[in-house]
């Protein structure tokens, strides 16, 4: 297989996350992916199978598991195939359902790309196991901005979406890794989504991924549709929104992830985002 690197959602090799591509992964098995995964050692790294029916066929693996969606891979995928074949519409097929992604060139020639997230959605984030999520971050509950209530969402993946009410509170991460772990693999969550609102419509964001065997990932495109979803469904935005994520800031991997939200609640959440080849 032939492995190509990229970042995602930054605009040069400093920034964004890290992502392995693979544009032709016909003949490979689940076990040889995940070998190449390991190696690569990227949060995550894609697979595409061209079925030869109008759909991509995508699969996503951290060093440690498959995942059924990630953001920043798609968008470091769709880069990927633009630039070998060209701009235009693709249409995913991935664990979590159809997923389509559009790119166009920029006025300076960059590659930008825009996927469409299935239908999100949020379920209540149990007392118990947001008291054992705040316990493992070291946090209170009075860190927590009673403006945004603690949720679980989706938008691919499941992520927990938990904001602080200050900046300070979300730059100060120390967390207990295999703890975090441990009740991420019994609820199925992706990441945790920390997120501080700076404005209506501009956010920071920290994803602890234990799953992912990484402390924390510089721009997660999953979580960020998810997030999102949440943001309209609690009625926290006023559709059509365009919103922008900053990620990967505290940990030296700036990531700027812009998140479009439809009106409509079965409608998917857009995230648009650059990618850089490594």
């Not at 970042?7 to 040889?32: K, R």
């Not at 790119?103 to 996927?115: W, Y």
Request: with cysteine; net charge negative; charged share 15%.
């Amino acid at each position: 297989m032939e492995i190509l690197r990229y970042t995602a959602f930054g605009s040069d090799p400093e920034g964004g996350n890290p992502a392995g591509v693979v544009l032709d992964a016909a003949g490979a098995g689940e076990a040889a992916m995940q070998a190449a995964a390991a190696g690569v050692g990227y949060s995550e790294t894609a697979f595409v199978v061209d079925p030869g029916d109008g759909f991509l066929d995508v699969r996503y693996f951290s060093p440690l598991a498959e995942v059924p969606f990630c953001g920043h891979a798609t968008i470091a995928t769709a880069v990927a195939h633009a630039e070998r074949h060209g701009t235009g519409r693709l249409r995913l097929r991935t664990a979590a359902g159809p997923v389509t992604v559009t790119t166009d060139r920029a006025a300076d020639g960059t590659v930008v790309a825009t996927l469409v997230s299935v239908a999100p959605r949020t379920a209540p984030l149990a007392e118990a196991d947001l008291a054992e999520l705040l316990a493992i971050l070291g946090w209170s509950a009075g860190d927590l901005d009673p403006a945004l209530p603690p949720r679980v969402a989706f938008g691919g993946a499941w992520h927990p979406v938990v904001a602080a009410a200050t900046r300070d509170r979300l730059a100060d991460l120390h967390y207990d890794m295999p703890a975090l772990g441990a009740l991420m693999a019994r609820r199925d969550w992706t990441t945790i989504d920390l997120v501080r609102r700076e404005s209506p419509t501009v956010f920071h964001a920290r994803n602890p991924f234990p799953p992912g065997g990484v402390v924390e990932d510089p721009a997660t495109g999953a979580a960020a549709a998810a997030f999102g979803g949440y943001l309209r469904e609690l009625g926290l935005v006023t559709p059509p929104a365009t919103l922008t994520v900053h990620q990967g800031v505290d940990m030296g991997r700036p990531s700027t992830i812009t998140v479009t939200v439809p009106a409509g609640p079965d409608t998917g959440i857009g995230v648009t985002g650059t990618a850089v080849r490594l």
